[in-house]
């Protein structure tokens, strides 16, 4: 079992910046690959970003390219999501996520965190 907890959601303005991180317990974390996916209200869940176990390899949405950045510290057993240049249509639940496969794919990923609200206002 890998239990996953997000924190670092909040409200902010359109421009602004939030870093979000997710900590593991559990199982050995270095060993997942890991993603951020978000849902806004009466839409399906969608792909963010991804990180592969190691940090070798990074994915992210075409909607997030360029705006945020995707890492982890495994010593912290932790990934973290840095979100600049934030627009309103960035407002969803954000929700961190832990597979053995990864990529953009929800069903990869087996262990999924409660989710943390980012609100961007305009």
């Known amino acids: 079992q890998l239990q996953l907890v997000e924190s670092g959601g909040g409200l902010v303005q359109a421009g602004g910046s939030l870093r979000l991180s997710c900590v593991a317990s559990?199982?050995?974390?270095?060993?997942?690959?890991m993603g951020w996916f978000r849902q806004a209200p009466g839409k399906e869940r969608t792909f963010v970003a991804a990180i592969s176990w190691g940090g070798y390899t990074t994915y992210y949405g075409d909607s997030v390219k360029g705006r945020f950045t995707i890492s982890r510290d495994d010593a912290k057993k932790a990934v973290y999501l840095r979100m600049n240049s934030l627009k309103p249509e960035d407002t969803a639940i954000y929700y961190c996520?832990?597979?053995?496969?990864?990529?953009?794919?929800?069903?990869?990923?087996?262990?999924w965190g409660q989710g943390t609200q980012v609100t961007v206002s305009s």
């Open positions: 559990g199982r050995s974390f270095s060993s997942w690959s």
């Open positions: 996520a832990a597979g053995s496969a990864g990529g953009a794919d929800y069903s990869n990923y087996n262990y």
